[in-house]
DNA sequence: CCGCCGCTTTGATGCAGATCAACTCTCATG
DNA sequence: CATGAGAGTTGATCTGCATCAAAGCGGCGG
């Protein structure tokens, strides 16, 4: 298994002045560039729990998140939903070439997004050769998390799903840095009960019951609503199924 | 739901002189390009359950399936294994820039894959970026199959899994043309039930059994090992869950 | 300060699919 | 023709998670 680049890159320390900063674009960003990105962009704005485009509905741009954490869901006709991806900051949404949506996006937290104009943004990646590679790269990455997240789905248990959700975000979290000095690792949860369930094809009182069950083992410490404390990560892993090298991403 | 564009192209047409043949080269193939890729290119076959790469194994090169079936897979420490890719004829498999395999990539009927050297094959990349425009494309066709296989795993009865695997092939299957007169569909279901079920998510019993309850219903057919008839697709697609229209993917 | 709403936790019960086990069918091989 | 191996089927039983139901727990507006 090899481990392909992680996703949270020191992007912003390659490209200081690029006032956009996201992954896609900035790899080899050149004021030229830069420049006719300014012309296309938007931001917006969500709250957590809006809706940002339902699936099926126009979509006339493309979208990198630049704060907070969006999602995307199927939902079945009677109503079950699954999570299909899950959108951190510098993370991609959004297909060219495609004029709708194929997901639900939703703000999981109070989300801000910067958005490209669809139509333009195709011309510069013709033009611009480095922007096309770039997601590409992304979008590959992006597959073998979905690859990953079908092992989890397909054949994993409640409690190993919930151990692998947790160092997955765990992982991903940019406040990693706060890593405390004894190995203890603190971070924002920053889903729901509801969420997370849809994450992991789970109902979300199977993803309670675990996360109590978590608790009473000391493999997890909550304090208040969304902090959690991980005394000890390798143990965690060591319940999420995952052999202990491999499994990376995300 | 937008419908991607069906995964399999009538490529041969676009590019008659083509000896490749793969989408991901042949979009737009110039003679050039073409003496190119002849130059990196080898075939190689494999017999019905032999392992082309194990997960974690030196891969230096990309390949394209040119008949039969190969899948990939996912491997826990204790056993269980997760189908991730099913790879038909004209699919791509191996990731440019990457060094080993991250899956096991096992032939599910006898196979024939033409093979271009890695390296080689990136620079060719450099140099022609419709290359890897049609590599992202194909990437971007892969994340939304991957993503319907997942609310597949996450959600979906036996039995809708069951019926959704067999729409999905049917609908793949090059063999297509077979279809009857009176609306009927005949093909190939080239997958062992334990393929099937590690496809799935569920065990080669459940699978067996559900098979069996369909047969019985008359909402499939089976003839001989392998071949299965549908006598009327639309109900059968009924059973898969998805709605009506959308659920294109793969 | 109270009461309500959204989120979470916990309990009791049921069932879909896993597990374990036996048997059948079809070829291929000597 | 017997033999055996691989694939598929079917049955009995078990269990992990879903389902249904009710109660805790903040936090915010009145």
Redesign the interface.
């Known amino acids: 298994?090899?481990r392909?680049t992680p996703k949270i890159q020191p992007y912003s320390q390659e490209c200081k002045e690029c006032p956009i900063r996201h992954r896609a674009v900035c790899a080899r960003c050149e004021t030229e560039e830069l420049e006719s990105l300014e012309k296309i962009k938007f931001y917006r704005s969500f709250e957590a729990g809006q809706t940002v485009v339902w699936?099926?509905d126009k979509m006339d741009f493309v979208a990198s998140v630049v704060t907070g954490i969006a999602t995307?869901s199927?939902t079945?006709?009677?109503g079950?939903?699954?999570m299909?991806?899950l959108l951190l900051p510098s993370d991609f949404a959004g297909?060219p070439?495609?004029?709708?949506?194929?997901?639900d996006v939703t703000a999981a937290t109070d989300l801000v997004m910067c958005c490209f104009r669809k139509k333009p943004f195709e011309d510069l990646m013709l033009k611009t050769?480095h922007i096309?590679?770039r997601?590409?790269?992304m979008?590959?990455d992006?597959?073998?998390a979905?690859?990953?997240?079908?092992?989890l789905?397909?054949?994993k248990t409640a409690r190993e799903k919930i151990a692998s959700l947790i160092c997955i975000i765990a992982r991903r979290d940019a406040s990693l840095q706060l890593r405390a000095s004894d190995g203890e690792l603190r971070f924002d949860l920053p889903l729901t009960r509801e969420a997370m369930s849809e994450y992991?094809?789970l109902t979300l009182e199977t993803v309670s019951r675990q996360m109590s069950i978590l608790r009473k083992e000391g493999l997890i410490v909550t304090e208040g609503k969304r902090q959690i404390v991980i005394p000890d990560f390798d143990r965690l892993l060591e319940e999420t199924?995952?052999?202990s090298d491999?499994g990376f991403l995300v």
Do not use: F, N
Not at 97 to 103: C, D, N, W
């Open positions: 298994m090899t392909t699936a099926g995307l199927q079945m006709e009677d079950r939903r699954q299909v991806g297909r070439g495609r004029e709708t949506s194929a997901y050769p096309g590679q997601l590409l790269e979008t590959l992006e597959l073998d979905a690859r990953e997240w079908m092992l789905l397909g054949r992991l094809g199924g995952d052999d491999g």
